[in-house]
T-cell receptor
Framework: DAGITQSPRHKVTETGTPVTLRCHQT?????MYWYRQDPGHGLRLIHY???????DKGEVSDGYSVSRSKTEDFLLTLESATSSQTSVYFC???????????FGSGTRLTVV | DQQVKQNSPSLSVQEGRISILNCDYT??????FLWYKKYPAEGPTFLIS?????DKNEDGRFTVFLNKSAKHLSLHIVPSQPGDSAVYFC?????????????FGTGTRLLVSP
């Protein structure tokens, strides 16, 4: 019943390489978000989108870019991966009349 | 500048007893508060929420209390069960529908032992 899926679930990449994580939703929700989870920091907002082609930065956006060309897809790109971007990345969605988020299952990214 | 704080990284309780998880916030503009539960290798799942117009919200074994003057909320789980063992995140936002920029605490790992 997953209305939101993330791919890949796991990825190991080398420092300096570009990486793109995908979030796909079937709920037709307008708002989408990318968070990262790190020990001692909880969940921190990277970027968010409030509609197709409308995106903005969160609190930890340096080194990341996003794109949303369709309602259902929100892509997170690490232009040149660094070891500090080793983390678990979560995508979330929210609707107009529903409070809170629904989260995806996460992508565990390791940069070596 | 942590706007939402969970000062206890971990909590251990026995099955059947009460679990109390605490959360403090600093931004007086927050008016909607949520608790999420997270199991390993899964995304956080919504547990319970409370609007600032209330001071208590109950859903089965879970109750959230809000003390606006102290900028403090707590989650009570009664009775605690081993399946409740997970990481619990407190979150806050301005507004409760539409676009929400949730600010999360650092999480509290709850372990409920049989």
């Amino acid at each position: 019943d997953a209305g939101i899926t993330q791919s890949p679930r796991h990825k190991v990449t080398e420092t300096g390489t570009p990486v793109t994580l995908r979030c796909h939703q079937t709920e037709n929700h307008r708002y989408m978000y990318w968070y990262r989870q790190d020990p001692g920091h909880g969940l921190r907002l990277i970027h968010y989108s409030y509609g197709v082609k409308d995106t903005d930065k969160g609190e930890v956006s340096d080194g990341y870019s996003v794109s949303r060309s369709k309602t259902e897809d929100f892509l997170l790109t690490l232009e040149s991966a660094t070891s500090s971007q080793t983390s678990v990345y979560f995508c979330a969605i929210s609707g107009i009349d529903v409070g809170g988020y629904t989260f995806g299952s996460g992508t565990r990214l390791t940069v070596v | 500048d942590q706007q939402v704080k969970q000062n206890s990284p971990s909590l251990s309780v026995q099955e059947g007893r009460i679990s109390i998880l605490n959360c403090d916030y600093t931004n007086s503009m927050f008016d909607y508060f949520l608790w999420y539960k997270k199991y390993p290798a899964e995304g956080p799942t919504f547990l319970i929420s409370i609007s600032s117009i209330k001071d208590k919200n109950e859903d089965g074994r879970f109750t959230v209390f809000l003390n606006k003057s102290a900028k403090h909320l707590s989650l009570h789980i009664v009775p605690s069960q081993p399946g409740d063992s997970a990481v619990y995140f407190c979150a806050a936002s301005e507004g409760n529908t539409g676009f929400q920029k949730l600010v999360f605490g650092t999480g509290t790992r709850l372990l409920v032992s049989p």
